[in-house]
């Protein structure tokens, strides 16, 4: 079998790009090696900058975000209690969207089945050959049998534990990577949240987070000690107890759904690319929670890739191929440093000092540039 294209990985970031590639006449195969229900279930957060959504919306590769998504006007940052409210644009169509990539995953899968767009799951890439060649050979495992797939390029948006950033020699890549002293406890409780704007609290005790999700439920994230496991956990109403105090109002307690530990870490290389081996998404990058840029970045990798792909293909240039790696950290570098920045200033730190920290967050939303910076963050440089 031969494409052009060979997409390593169904998660959002794969997807959307075999939706690119599709629109632009570009032959492409995803090989996934988890199952499709799997995917469907996955539950996390999606929080999309104004400019994703409109491509996401251009490109039909998601029928219902408009109808489905909630678009932020407003962002409230509650500092030890005390309510900040921050306009993030005067119409909904000028801002960032919430909605969660259970859904994005639901509707890109819907418009790649409706196009017949082939996509192998649990196919399990084992091996790349040839990247350097003419044609890149994948071997990969179906069904406890081998097989292979010839193509010009492969993409691997298989995540930072896959194949792909692995498959890059290690003289040839430059990798710089963090663990953060930071973890969240996550989960969702049925109906809305006490305000309709997400609420960013910062309190001396800890960091805490509500947010409403396009499925009419709450999710909640709250600060925990780095190294904390389920079992390690208070009862259900000590953790409700922590979070309204930290968010200072009162929550509609409910059952606990979901329910998930996130050890943060921040993650990047500078090497997107090698001979015919192309990565995207979470394999080139992590971030810390707070702020949802991951899937942004991820979007923004591949749309970047499509257009190189279709110069090359169509337009027979390769300049944009080649600068792959270079367009992407333009982009990239800004956001990480910004997120970091964010998430040091909102966790509580053993080496920051509670009040110190709130006089800069306090700083960050009285003094106007430093406001911009933040909304432009939040809605997409």
Known sequence: MYKQIVIIG???AGLLL?????????????????????????????????????????????KKILA???????????????KHAIPLASTPNKTAIIYDQKNIVADLLESIKADEIPIIFEAKAQRYESLDGDKV??????????YDINCDYVVGCDGYRGISRRSIPRHAITEKKEELPYAWLEWITEGTPSSAH?????????????????????RYYLQIKRGTEKDDLPPQKEIWDILEKRLGVQ????????????????????????KRLMIAGDAAHQVPRLGSKGINMAFKDVI????????????????HLENYTKQCLESHLKTIAYTNFLNQLFHKN??????????????LLTDENKKQEFIQFLIGF
């Open 198 to 218: 997400p609420i960013m609290a910062f309190h001396k005790t800890g960091f805490a987070m509500q947010i409403i999700n396009a499925n009419q439920q709450t």
């Open 18 to 62: 075999a939706r690119l590639l599709h629109n632009r006449g570009i032959e492409c195969i995803i090989l996934e090696n988890r199952n499709e229900p799997f995917l469907r279930e996955l539950n996390r957060g999606g929080f999309l900058e104004k400019e994703i959504v409109r491509t996401l919306v251009e490109e039909k590769a998601s």
């Open 304 to 319: 970047l890739l499509a257009d190189a792909f279709y110069h090359l293909y169509k337009k027979e240039t390769n300049s």
């Open 137 to 146: 050979k994948i071997i990969y495992t179906l069904d406890g049998q081998l």
């Open 10 to 12: 169904a998660g959002p």
């Open 350 to 363: 053993e080496d920051e000092i509670p009040a110190k920290q709130a006089t800069d967050i306090q700083q």
């Open 68 to 82: 489905k998504g909630i678009s932020i006007t407003q962002i409230d940052i509650h500092i030890n209690g005390e």
């Open 251 to 274: 929550v509609a307690r409910g059952e606990m759904f979901h329910q998930k530990l996130d050890y943060m870490r921040s993650f990047h290389t500078d090497t997107m690319q090698y």
